[in-house]
């Protein structure tokens, strides 16, 4: 299997030693950049499988990375940041991003992290139900491929997660632990900004794209219902 290829983004030298050296004892390839306009040109010229960024760097700053690489490419962002303030990670989360670690961290965890959203990055086994039809939606799930009135949609890949699962249980109520466990992993069952972010994100791409936004209902204090 070729190695998966992780870009590490930030202007400290010992942070981006100390996560360059830690992947690369894992088996991954590790590019790295010291600012915002390097990152943008070395995503673009060899595609990384997932971008570790942080958020206050010269030139371009990673909230300007975050929005411009989701101009194009679905690659899985964690934001690695000492900014820890709830506003700062929703912000990002708004802006494309998977996941949030504030610095510091354990080197343990960041690993987790990453490793968490190259599984959710892997396309779904031969197994599941090749498509699911609901109304003017169509998930090819053999595919990834999203329809809506026929026309395909970008999703980003946690986006995708969450619509499928829910597409998957059109009528039942999913909890927001439920929710949270599928698109991001077990550990997360508290992140609840995390969630209402993405709903409202899905929410207002399948309503730009002629789908009736309430398929996705809220369920106060407990969850959403598709359907």
């Not at 999913?174 to 609840?192: C, I, N, V």
Request: aromatic share 6%.
């Amino acid at each position: 299997m070729p190695k998966k290829t992780i870009l590490v983004v930030d202007d400290e030298l010992k942070m981006i030693k100390l996560i360059g050296t830690n992947l690369k004892t894992r088996g991954y390839a590790v590019l790295i950049a010291r600012d915002g306009k390097e990152a943008l040109e070395k995503a673009e010229t060899a595609p990384p499988d997932l971008v570790v960024l942080d958020l206050l760097m010269p030139e371009l700053d990673g909230r300007d990375v975050c929005r411009s690489l989701r101009e194009w490419t679905d690659v899985p962002i964690l934001i690695v940041s000492a900014l820890c303030q709830v506003r700062d990670k929703v912000a990002c989360l708004e802006l494309g991003a998977d996941d949030y670690l504030t610095k510091p961290f354990a080197i343990e965890e960041l690993m987790a992290r990453i490793e968490s959203l190259l599984r959710r990055a892997k396309k779904p086994q031969r197994n599941e139900l090749p498509c699911i039809n609901i109304g003017n939606i169509e998930i090819n799930l053999s595919q990834r491929i999203v329809k809506i009135c026929n026309r395909p949609v970008n999703f980003t890949a946690t986006e995708y997660r969450l619509l499928q699962i829910m597409a998957q249980n059109t009528g039942k109520v999913l909890t927001h632990q439920s929710l949270l466990s599928h698109a991001w992993g077990p550990q997360y069952r508290q992140e609840s900004e995390y969630l209402r972010v993405y709903i409202s994100r899905i929410r207002k791409k399948l309503a730009s794209c002629g789908a009736n936004e309430n398929y996705i209902k809220t369920i106060p204090g407990i969850g959403y219902q598709f359907g």
